[in-house]
């Protein structure tokens, strides 16, 4: 009974932040429109600090010319991130083009203490092969992992192998400690910007940030999408 009242704890903890997040995000949506007659789907811009625009070094799946892009803050352990990873594969299929998605880590070792060497796996696959080796890394672990810190770490060399990496090289990188720096920077960033949890999302949009809560399901997002693409056409 102990052991599930233990778990129970961090994910109940994750969702009040989820709860807390929407109706504030909602309020600040109903009382703009009420001022402003802004659409209520329409995300609203980030505090001060900022996130840095797509780098080179990112993961970044859809056109890099894309309208409105999306740079997620994620953990791998963390299952709302899971199935929020469907959620985007689906939106960049879905709107080829003018959606891309930039992918940073976030992992929370308080919850996961997993998540971070699941990160810098990635990482790892992304300095051994790039962008869309690293992708496939991503969405291999996304695939297996069963969410809240349950992935056997021993299957990390074994989806280097899956997606086609050199296993020696890969366990090489994952050893070393290597891509810790790169996980950090991205975990650092998100938690400077805001972010109190996972998914962490903001929008990026004609040189403005948004945030909007993380872990929408795909019609929510969607309407968000929507709305800006919407509003470029206009212009």
């Known amino acids: 009974m102990s052991k599930e009242k233990d778990l129970m704890t961090p994910i109940a903890i994750v969702v009040a932040g989820a709860i807390i997040a929407l109706a504030v995000y909602f309020s600040i949506t109903a009382n703009k429109q009420n001022a402003a007659g802004n659409n209520a789907n329409t995300p609203q811009k980030a505090p001060v600090v900022k996130v840095r ?16 892009v999306v740079i997620e803050y994620s953990d791998t352990e963390c299952p709302f991130c899971k199935n929020y990873h469907d959620v985007m594969n689906r939106i960049v299929k879905d709107y080829k083009g003018k959606v891309a998605w930039v992918y940073r880590f976030f992992p929370l070792p ?35 992992t069963p969410s809240n810190n349950g992935l056997d770490l021993s299957k990390l060399p074994e989806v280097a192998t899956y997606v ?21 920077r991205d975990s650092n960033e998100a938690i400077k910007s805001g972010a109190r949890g996972t998914p962490h999302n903001v929008i990026l949009y004609k040189g403005e940030q948004m945030v909007v809560p993380g872990g929408l399901p795909y019609e929510r997002l969607k309407l968000i999408i929507d709305q800006l693409l919407k509003d470029n056409a206009k212009k």
Do not use: W
Request: one cysteine or more.
């Open 164 to 184: 086609g990496l050199d296993k020696a090289a890969f366990q090489k990188c994952l050893d070393s400690g290597e891509t810790k720096s790169r996980v950090s």
């Open 53 to 68: 625009t797509p780098q080179k070094d990112d993961l970044i799946k859809g056109s890099k010319n894309a309208p409105v």
């Open 110 to 144: 308080q919850l996961h203490p997993k998540a971070e060497k699941e990160a810098r796996a990635v990482a790892c696959a992304y300095k051994l092969k790039g962008n869309d080796a690293a992708f496939k890394y991503l969405d291999r672990i996304m695939e297996i």
